[in-house]
């Protein structure tokens, strides 16, 4: 069995972060390594961020001047990656969300916080490893039902719920 090694770490103090949450994040890791068939130990690390500090990192890396809700930032290329030096380890990349976003947006699509960083931490796992949404059409609507069936699987409905956000 693949073993992930999930690093995450809060840059943020707007939103609190419910019981739980990291280790719905690190399901949705190993999720998501399990249906792509990615045979690998790996290491991923996620940073919670508000919307000031991923804006500043979307205009840096992106060139586009806007707070947005997820950035991955893969470290690998064509299935190939990195390795730990002391376990071997493939280093899958970067991850960060902000937080604050995720809030707005879980409201603004009528489901949960659970549901919106299940959603987030599986998309930004397809970017790691090497899915495009904005490549073409085809690649997005792949992507998407890649997403719903990863989330279908852990039990993540549009209907799960956090209490206390």
Same mark, same amino acid.
């Given at each position: 069995?693949?073993?992930?090694?999930?690093?995450?770490?809060?840059?943020?103090?707007?939103?609190?972060?419910?019981?739980?949450?990291?280790?719905?994040?690190?399901?949705?890791? @190993?999720?998501?390594?399990?249906?792509? *068939? &990615?045979?690998?130990?790996?290491?991923?690390?996620? %940073?919670?961020?508000?919307?000031? +500090?991923?804006?500043?990192?979307?205009?840096?890396?992106?060139?586009?001047?806007?707070?947005?809700?997820?950035?991955?930032?893969?470290?690998?290329?064509?299935?190939?990656?990195?390795?730990?030096?002391?376990?071997?380890?493939?280093?899958?990349?970067?991850?960060?969300?902000?937080?604050?976003?995720?809030?707005?947006?879980?409201?603004?699509?009528? @489901?949960?916080?659970?549901?919106?960083? *299940? &959603?987030?931490?599986?998309?930004?796992?397809?970017? %790691?490893?090497?899915?495009?949404? +904005?490549?073409?059409?085809?690649?997005?609507?792949?992507?998407?039902?890649?997403?719903?069936?990863?989330?279908?699987?852990?039990?993540?409905?549009?209907?799960?719920?956090?209490?206390?956000?």
């Amino acid at each position: 069995m693949l073993k992930i090694k999930v690093m995450i770490k809060n840059n943020q103090k707007s939103v609190k972060i419910p019981a739980g949450l990291r280790l719905l994040i690190r399901k949705c890791c @190993h999720a998501v390594l399990e249906s792509e *068939g &990615f045979n690998y130990d790996a290491e991923v690390s996620i %940073l919670f961020v508000d919307n000031k +500090e991923i804006r500043q990192l979307n205009r840096i890396y992106r060139n586009k001047d806007k707070a947005t809700d997820v950035l991955s930032f893969p470290l690998g290329e064509n299935g190939n990656y990195d390795s730990n030096k002391e376990t071997g380890a493939k280093l899958l990349g970067d991850i960060v969300i902000s937080l604050e976003t995720a809030v707005k947006q879980a409201h603004n699509y009528g @489901h949960s916080f659970e549901r919106e960083i *299940g &959603f987030l931490t599986v998309h930004s796992m397809l970017h %790691l490893l090497g899915y495009d949404h +904005e490549a073409a059409a085809l690649d997005s609507a792949l992507m998407h039902e890649k997403e719903e069936f990863i989330l279908e699987r852990l039990g993540i409905s549009r209907q799960s719920a956090f209490t206390d956000i």
